[in-house]
């Protein structure tokens, strides 16, 4: 359900590679009307259970290569030898009420506040490192160096959390659901966001 006169919410989430982050934006999904997750461009290959157009569009490397130049993305960035880029028609769903979560890493999150100064920014926690090593190495597909290459991603975007508006600690699904949700409806009803979109109604 759209929100009838109001802006819609970006919501900017970030994770370290195997903290469950895309598991709860899912589930948050399906249990909230008016949010949805804005799918990225990719150049990596597909793993044996990511979906065209659901997970990501995934592209050539010259296909994605040409929408930069044509300055279709907001934000851009290449990521373990793969280039992952954001649409920005994405973004039309805010100007028709619709909340939109973007699911990017904390080099992309940066470059879209800077743009787009509303944005609300959450970071994604795995319960310990010992837990996202363990993760990393249960996923099918993943050579042992591309394991290394994302521990060691893994400790640069932790790094960088402090700067995020809210921190979410997936130890289990269903709480850390809950709190994301909490988080999105919270915003919604933040006094400057409704004031500016309804304000007038009460004036």
Known sequence: MVRGGAQGVLFIV?????????????????QLSGVSLSISFTTRDPRPDEREEVDYFFVPRTKFINMEK???FIEWAEVHGDLYGTPRANLEKLQRGEDLILEIDTQGARKIKEELQNGVLIFILPPSLEVL???????????????????QNAQNELDQMAWYD????NREVKEATKELTSIILA????????????????G
């Open 133 to 151: 090593r363990e993760r990393l190495r249960g996923r099918s597909g993943d050579s042992e160096e591309a394991i290394q290459a994302r521990l």
């Open 70 to 72: 044509e300055e279709k």
């Open 14 to 30: 970030s994770a370290p590679s195997g903290a469950g982050k895309t598991t709860l934006l899912r589930k948050v999904i399906s």
């Open 166 to 169: 809210y921190i979410v600690i």
């Open 187 to 202: 915003e919604r009803c933040k006094t400057a966001r409704v004031l500016r979109d309804r304000g007038g109604e009460y």
